[in-house]
């Protein structure tokens, strides 16, 4: 039974996208890759992660400094960002029927909790960093070997295919949720197997699956 669950920080908790916008185009022009166009937004959100970097121009040898380069920008500017809306409330609610809440994210850990403290926030159990961009399968291995449980007592919750494609390696239970960067339509095609368009479905999925005798009485009143 799923009583641990582990959220992803940038477009699943945080609404991260402006920030992330001006960080890539600021830095991109320090390294003269291409400059990225707002309307050009929408467009890139449809591709693979590959072919973003394509896009952009960006070698993927490149991505692991550049990535460095951009949580120190980000640590001076955290203060500009806001949970999305009914994230705070979601979250409480699933405090409340016993779950234990975490975060995993390349983010530091000191970043993630000024943000969770600004916003009255600080309902997580762990929050944990794992710097590894293209493996972020190995870090959620290791929180749930660290923390001595099964992948059946764990729901991974993000916004993005590369998520979905790190849990499906270590056979990690995904809910998909689809207010973050991915649209929902790739995430779906990307089969993650459960999908959410708001943070009260998410409460909605999540207590079906703990708690799969009880009606969603609790959660609607």
């Given at each position: ?142 929180f749930v070997r660290s923390n001595k449980l099964e992948l059946s007592d764990v729901v991974y919750l993000a916004d993005e295919v590369r998520d979905v494609d790190a849990c499906r390696k270590i056979d990690l239970p995904i809910i998909s949720v689809g207010w973050g960067f991915d649209p929902t339509a790739i995430l779906r095609k990307a089969n993650p ?29």
């Amino acid at each position: 039974m799923a009583r641990h669950i582990i959220f992803d920080f940038d477009g699943t908790l945080a609404d991260s996208e402006e920030l992330c916008f001006e960080l890539l185009n600021e830095i991109g022009g320090r390294h003269r890759y291409r400059q990225l166009e707002r309307g050009e937004l929408s467009a890139l959100k449809m591709m693979s992660y590959p072919e973003r970097l394509r896009h952009l121009g960006v070698p993927l040898a490149h991505v692991p400094f550049l990535a460095m380069e951009a949580r120190r920008q980000y640590r001076m500017r955290v203060h500009t960002l806001r949970p999305f809306e009914g994230v705070r409330d979601a979250l409480m609610r699933l405090r409340e029927m016993g779950f234990q809440l975490h975060v995993l994210s390349s983010n530091a850990v000191t970043t993630i909790r000024q943000f969770l403290s600004a916003h009255d926030m600080d309902l997580f159990q762990s929050v944990t960093c794992e710097k590894n961009f293209f493996g972020k399968h190995i870090g959620l291995r290791r929180f749930v070997r660290s923390n001595k449980l099964e992948l059946s007592d764990v729901v991974y919750l993000a916004d993005e295919v590369r998520d979905v494609d790190a849990c499906r390696k270590i056979d990690l239970p995904i809910i998909s949720v689809g207010w973050g960067f991915d649209p929902t339509a790739i995430l779906r095609k990307a089969n993650p197997g459960l999908t959410v368009d708001t943070p009260f479905e998410a409460v909605q999925m999540l207590e079906a699956l703990a708690f799969p005798d009880r009606t969603y009485s609790s959660v609607l009143n």
